[in-house]
């Protein structure tokens, strides 16, 4: 045992360059996998922070029948003690000119924005009357900006408004589920549904409280004056979603990095291992000889790729915490969250790390066990022919895989026209396929490879070329 593991030790120091280069590998993955959870936390921080800043909404108020009622309600809610802004909407569909279907949401600009502080990439939130504002996406689709004419079709009437402003495009996460929901004056929805101005509907009273101010006593003081026929529910914190969704992306971007650093290290510790074994397979031949058994030579290897790993983790989260260091500051966060490190980032961290070296090394760990120790006297070929119709089978099923994703992604892409948030799962999605397709498929691409350029290896280089060509 303990010989074992003192060969594991020389084997890696007899190639300090190739171990150092793997190490290297292992410790970038980890690196962006700790950093990844060290900037996502700050991140979260930061946005419940800001998210505790200025109005929230509190309470919401909407018909139990699910239908409009009427605004003068909305006099009586103001007048209640601890009320200090009441925002009233209207939710109607509409048919729009060039854009097709659009939900339009009625609501009065200065309490609408008292609430939700909406952020516009340009323009203005409902300066006039006749005006629109549309979320980023559904601008972009349709080529509109600021100043642009709309014709707006209803049951009742049609109206031209005009572009006021166009929300910023991560505002658009807020309406996950309707991204098409464009902002016009709830009197300007009014005239649309009723030419007339009979009627003043609204289907929805949000409600931000005084600081201080009883949630749940406010809530019954409203159920009394009110009655029956209206709910009044707890509202969740504004932003709430976005601030999950845009968290949920800082984290998983740096996660994908981490993930696809580490899935090159495992090549390039495939490689290493792959190369040592090859290299020393008449060392192995010998040692199966004396008496060693494949369980451990198995061992010994995975020895090898252990202490590696153990190496490349101990780097890698000292240089996450690093890199973290440095986005933080980059980024100006460390005035507004804390450096604080997560535990579970960094068992993330070193388990993924120590996972795939070990599944990386459990390929030549297997070939090395099998080694027979005839090898010990003579080169066997069948170690170099080992492993290769398993090759050229899962390299017709990569190369399968990869295209028939390729076709389906660029296939739901063209027909089903998707949010660009569905848009983004489905991609990330197809990378993780393409990536297990790339695992099946580059092995078996090796040997054409080297069979295309051994003419011109050896017109280069001679001799030379020919053993280059060889060694691939």
Request: charge should be positive.
């Amino acid at each position: 045992m303990h010989n074992s593991y003192f060969l594991s030790w020389r084997n890696l120091n007899a190639q300090p360059l190739r171990t150092l280069l793997t190490g290297l590998a292992i410790a970038l993955g980890v690196a962006m996998v700790l950093a990844a959870a060290i900037v996502g936390q700050a991140a979260s921080a930061s946005a419940s922070q800001l998210d505790t800043q200025g109005p929230r909404i509190d309470l919401e108020i909407f018909s139990r029948q699910n239908a409009p009622f009427d605004a003068a309600i909305l006099n009586t809610v103001r007048a209640l003690p601890g009320v200090q802004h009441a925002s009233a909407s209207l939710r109607v569909e509409a048919n729009v000119a060039t854009i097709g279907r659009l939900t339009l949401l009625g609501v009065d600009p200065q309490s609408y924005q008292a609430l939700h502080q909406p952020q516009l990439a340009n323009g203005a939130f409902l300066g006039q009357p006749d005006s629109i504002v549309l979320p980023m996406s559904v601008a972009l689709d349709n080529a509109l900006n600021v100043g642009d004419v709309l014709i707006v079709a209803t049951h009742a009437q049609t109206k031209t408004l005009y572009i006021a402003g166009r929300l910023q495009l991560e505002q658009d996460i807020q309406s996950l589920a309707d991204q098409t929901l464009a902002f016009v004056p709830l009197e300007t929805l009014w005239v649309l549904q009723d030419p007339k101005g009979l009627q003043q509907p609204i289907d929805r009273i949000e409600i931000a409280l005084q600081p201080g101010a009883d949630i749940d006593q406010t809530r019954q003081a409203l159920a009394q004056v009110l009655g029956d026929q209206f709910a009044i529910v707890r509202a969740a914190p504004q932003g709430g979603l976005a601030i999950a969704g845009n968290t949920l992306l800082v984290q998983a971007g740096l996660v994908i990095v981490g993930l696809v650093i580490l899935f090159a290290a495992s090549f390039v510790i495939l490689n290493a291992f792959g190369m040592s074994i090859t290299a020393r397979a008449q060392e192995i031949g010998a040692l199966r000889a004396i008496g060693m058994t494949r369980r451990q030579v198995l061992r010994m290897v995975l020895a090898e790729a252990a202490l590696l790993g153990i190496a490349g983790v101990a780097a890698g989260l000292l240089l996450g915490l690093s890199l973290a260091w440095v986005v933080m500051r980059a980024m100006g966060a460390l005035k507004d969250a804390p450096f604080a490190v997560p535990l579970w980032g960094v068992a993330l961290g070193a388990a993924m790390g120590l996972a795939v070296t070990l599944f990386a090394a459990l390929q030549p760990a297997w070939r090395a066990s099998h080694i027979s120790p005839i090898v010990a006297v003579r080169q066997a070929q069948e170690t170099r022919l080992l492993g290769k119709t398993w090759f050229l089978l899962n390299g017709r099923i990569g190369a399968i895989l990869a295209g028939l994703v390729i076709v389906g992604i660029t296939a739901f892409g063209l027909l089903a026209r998707p949010s660009i948030f569905v848009a983004q799962g489905v991609m990330v999605l197809g990378q993780a396929v393409l990536m297990g397709a790339a695992v099946l498929g580059l092995p078996a691409m090796i040997a054409p490879v080297a069979g295309w350029c051994r003419p011109l290896l050896a017109r280069w280089l001679g001799a030379a070329g020919r053993l280059a060509a060889d060694n691939l």
